[in-house]
């Protein structure tokens, strides 16, 4: 991917649904739940493929352009060239100029241009105002028609950097990262499209071309192969118009070859293992071969892994879990692709667990399936919930761009719907058990073991040592190239001047959600917003306290107190409580952080009441089971170990304690510490939640389709019984700033990336400047490929996949930071770089800097709200910082009146490289001594224990 993002998955239907208004006010209990994408298909003489979707509830519209070439599509010893041009389709392109794609999302308020590769497909995205409709489809097709001439050796050079640097960050430098390739390699044979990853290998990669960058465009980027879908509030006789001007011309390619589907089978259990240098806990992953995507037998194999391994009453989850206590999850799921498909199941055990006792256990909970099976009842439960998720991945415009794009593509029809529907509705507790029969039981499979290194007596009995390709980062052997050399070629031919930028369309009428409120006679404070988009609600009740009300020698009990809050209730067994959120398509989750207990819900509009009354008995009557209780405790250890094993975990926890101070409360990671968890006894979750769980500290927040009257009577019960008590939460002090800057440096051995964080306490959010500064930094490094740390970082040198800064901030503190993962052979020229930007930001600040700070900061406000989820954060925001409803309003006039002047003092107020903390988690015996070169003395190894190994 080029930024991280999830991608929606494919969408579980099982209801038609319609778009169209309603016509007349639904109550909550008779609301049918009618919705069917409604969309609109032509084909243009090139081939392209086109499809509208219109809706209208936001002035927003999606644009995505969707490749029908993936990793599948690569030839032998040219892998990862997909995912390569992912990237390179960003940079430049003949008429928006080199950057121009990102400059221009910028100036309009667009979510960022992104993209994602599959085996499958690769896709382009981004979700806009309205009045920038017009600006997107002609920069699609530039990037589509009018790109290639614009890659130079010296730009596939840098983004080759870049694809590497993002390989180590995501495999090389993360736990149980080579899992994937182990699984890949062993699980197709050689030469099968799936048979390598979708990022390729590095050695193919350095090896690749110009002239294979160029044969690979001229065969697959052609509009042939090509679908585009336009989603949201556009009129369509323009939008055709729009597509027809600018994609007409643009030459169709050759014929494309259809890839017939190739499922793979096993003629022998394969057991391979390897050792980790990041992982601190085994790990067991079994993969089966399993059917391509929409073969009639994916519908079965979804439900039949969800049963297997999702809750209490999961085979794999009472015996692993419950009764054997070998790991505190299970994962197991039904990857489909276009080709061919597999099953997976994946254990994380705990600390020193032979994995031959977790395979064990795994034939011991299979053989209790095909006793006992799957009831009715089980699969209704499991539909309840793919129906809630469905209109989940409909909240948005992109969602639904993304659905019709899939079905498009892999299906042969937009509308692939209904059959989709009739598919899934046909799933009976005879399909689970055939598929059972036919797929896992007694099926020939790859085991893979991930262990420690140093514990490979802890692998699979039988296990063979895998091969597992290490890049080796060599000091001063990095590539050098020149992104700054331009491009010369000669343009391509076009019927008109496709160099000029089509203007604006008519602004979209921006308007902020309606919201109410009300404090409760307990003290519970209402915030709400009715919306009728989708037959969802979600709601988030926040509870004041957190681990400021903790003891400081057991940190984690608020932590463990959220846990154990869904675990069961006064008259609810776990697996009953479990089993009565999920039968209403719900789900009810609780957590912890530093300041706040939170529990957080999803549900189906018309099944609303019934799950507040859960969340009732909830937050009233906690069961406090015992055994529950010992499980979570050894659940909340293996997870603190899992974070000793990830830089960015060890990176996050250090910096908090280099900010605050050893004594400072929010030194602390609010799950605690092995010690302060193994300590901590379920009196003294009863103590807390006694002393500190009241209304009094509560608010409530609410989006969604449901009055506020209903929200109101919905309370009731809760008002009522939910007896107040006079709690006071600490205020925090804030953290001192340094006086002068310090570079501290964690060892990692052997680390490919090296994580940097850097900052200094800041502003609160409630500070006058907050937003202010926030502006100042959108150039610096919030924008994304708008910042000067991103474009020179990663655009400029190649040193890294990504890196980003922010100010953050809570009531009465606040942070700025600076976060990347660099290549570990150039960690002090990164750090330096980043001193530098820092440098000599303020005074290079320029009116052209602020006005695409303002055009970003004011156009976006047209997306602000879009989904159930951004609305919800607002309520948030309000309730937390005491901000008017029409906060967002308010910031926009503030951002139209700023100055360059103003953005240079807040520069020179809240950013001093000299006055800040310099942490580096990575590999000390190569990195730590060129370090002190920045200027700031000797660096201070936090961890000297760690051997400097040679």
């Known amino acids: 991917m080029r930024k991280m993002k999830p991608f929606l998955a494919a969408l579980i239907v099982l209801f038609v649904v319609s778009c169209k208004e309603k016509s007349e006010q639904k109550t909550e209990e008779t609301a049918k739940t009618e919705f069917k994408v409604e969309f609109e298909k032509f084909t243009l003489d090139n081939g392209l493929q086109v499809i509208f979707h219109i809706d209208r509830s936001d002035p927003v519209v999606a644009v995505a352009l969707t490749s029908h070439v993936g990793s599948a599509r690569e030839k032998v010893g040219r892998t990862g060239f997909a995912h390569l041009f992912e990237h390179l389709l960003f940079l430049e392109s003949e008429n928006l100029g080199k950057g121009g794609l990102d400059k221009m999302s910028a100036r309009i308020g667009g979510s960022g241009a992104n993209g994602s590769t599959s085996r499958d497909r690769t896709n382009y995205f981004q979700t806009v105002p309205k009045d920038a409709l017009e600006k997107m489809i002609w920069a699609e097709a530039d990037k589509l028609g009018y790109f290639i001439n614009t890659v130079t050796e010296p730009v596939l050079a840098k983004e ?115 050792e980790d ?51 505190d999850y299970v994962r197991m799921y039904n990857s489909t692709s276009e080709l061919a498909g597999e099953l997976g199941l994946s254990v994380t055990a705990f600390d020193t667990t032979e994995l031959t006792k977790v395979n064990s256990a795994i034939q011991e909970a299979f053989a209790t399936f095909e006793k006992e099976g799957i009831s009715d009842a089980d699969i209704n439960r499991i539909k309840a919930g793919q129906e809630t998720g469905f209109y989940n991945s409909l909240s948005s415009v992109q969602g639904k761009g993304f659905q019709l794009a899939q079905y498009e593509i892999f299906a042969g029809d937009p509308g692939y719907v209904s059959e989709d529907v009739e598919k899934i509705l046909a799933v009976t507790k005879e399909d689970v058990m055939r598929v059972y029969n036919t797929y896992i039981k007694d099926k020939n499979h790859v085991a893979v073991s991930a262990v420690p290194r140093g514990q490979a007596s802890l692998v699979l009995e039988g296990s063979t040592k895998a091969e597992v390709v290490e890049e080796k980062i060599v000091e001063g052997k990095e590539s050098n190239f020149d992104p700054s050399i331009a491009a010369t070629y000669e343009k391509t031919p076009s019927s008109f001047d496709r160099s000029i930028e089509p203007p604006y369309g008519s602004s979209p009428d921006v308007k902020v959600p309606d919201v109410y409120k009300e404090e409760l006679s307990s003290g519970i404070k209402v915030f709400g917003i009715e919306n009728n988009e989708v037959p969802l609600v979600q709601f988030s009740i926040k509870i004041n306290g957190g681990m400021l009300l903790e003891d400081k020698n057991k940190i984690g009990v608020s932590n463990l107190v959220a846990s154990m809050l869904t675990k069961g209730t006064k008259n609810k067994t776990p697996e009953e409580l479990e089993n009565a959120i999920e039968s209403l398509g719900a789900s009810i989750n609780a957590s912890a952080n530093d300041q706040y207990i939170t529990i957080s819900g999803n549900c189906l509009a018309k099944n609303y009441t019934k799950v507040i009354e859960l969340v009732n008995e909830i937050i009233l009557e906690p069961r406090w089971d015992a055994k529950e209780f010992s499980l979570l405790k050894q659940s909340t250890i293996s997870q ?110 052997d680390a490919k990336q090296s994580v940097l964080m850097f900052g200094a306490p800041s502003l609160a959010a409630t500070d006058k400047n907050y937003y202010g500064a926030q502006v100042m930094n959108y150039r610096l490094g919030g924008g994304s490929f708008a910042s000067q740390l991103t474009q020179e970082l990663r655009e400029g040198k190649g040193y890294t996949y990504g890196v980003r800064s922010s100010f953050s901030g809570d009531k009465t503190d606040g942070l700025f930071s600076i976060s990347s993962g660099v290549r570990s052979n150039v960690t002090y020229e990164a750090s330096n770089l980043v001193k530098e930007i820092l440098e000599k930001y303020s005074a290079g600040y320029n009116q052209n800097d602020l006005e695409v700070s303002k055009g970003y900061m004011i156009k976006s406000n047209a997306r602000a709200f879009e989904t159930m989820g951004s609305k919800l954060n607002m309520l948030l925001n309000i309730s937390t910082y005491d901000y008017p409803v029409d906060y967002a309003k308010q910031r926009e006039e503030g951002v139209k ?38 200027g700031y003395g000797e660096p201070v190894l936090l961890n000297p224990e760690e051997i400097l190994k040679d």
């Open 897 to 934: 009146n700023m100055s360059v002047e103003d953005v240079r003092a807040l520069a020179n107020d809240y950013i001093n490289p000299d006055k800040m903390i310099y942490l580096i988690v990575g590999d000390a015996k190569t990195q730590l001594k060129k370090l002190n070169k920045l």
């Open 640 to 749: 603190i170990q899992r974070q000793q094993a990830n830089p960015n975990g060890i990176a996050a926890n250090e910096f908090s304690k280099l900010v605050y101070g050893k004594d400072h409360v929010l030194a602390n990671n609010n799950v605690g510490t092995t010690a302060s968890v193994a300590s901590i006894t379920i009196e003294d979750l009863k103590n807390y939640y006694n002393a500190n769980v009241s209304p009094t500290v509560t608010s409530f927040h609410i989006v969604g389709d449901i009055t506020e009257p209903n929200v109101k009577s919905s309370l009731a019960s809760l008002n009522k019984n939910w007896k107040a008590k006079d709690v006071t939460v600490p205020t925090i002090v804030a953290a001192k700033k340094p006086e002068k800057s310090k570079v501290y440096f964690y060892n990692v051995p």
């Open 160 to 274: 080759k950097e870049v694809v590497k640097n993002e390989k180590r960050q995501r495999v090389d430098n993360n736990p149980y990262g080579h899992v994937n390739y182990v699984v890949t390699k062993a699980l197709y044979p050689e030469g099968h499209p799936y048979s390598w990853t979708v990022i390729g290998s590095l050695e193919d990669l350095q090896n690749a071309t110009l002239q294979d960058v160029k044969d690979f465009y001229n065969k697959w980027y052609v509009p042939n192969n090509v679908t585009l879908t336009i989603a949201g509030d556009f009129d369509v006789a323009e939008a055709k118009a729009w597509v027809k001007k600018y994609f007409d011309e643009i030459k169709k390619g050759d014929a494309i070859p259809t890839l017939e589907k190739q499922p793979v089978t096993l003629e022998t259990i394969k057991k391979l293992y390897y």
């Open 277 to 327: 240098n990041f992982a601190r806990l085994p790990q067991l992953s079994l993969i089966w071969p399993s059917v391509p995507q929409f073969h009639k037998d994916a519908y079965a194999l979804d439900v039949l892994t969800t049963y297997l391994s999702d809750g209490k009453k999961a085979p794999l989850y009472k015996t692993l879990v419950e009764e054997k206590q070998l790991t």
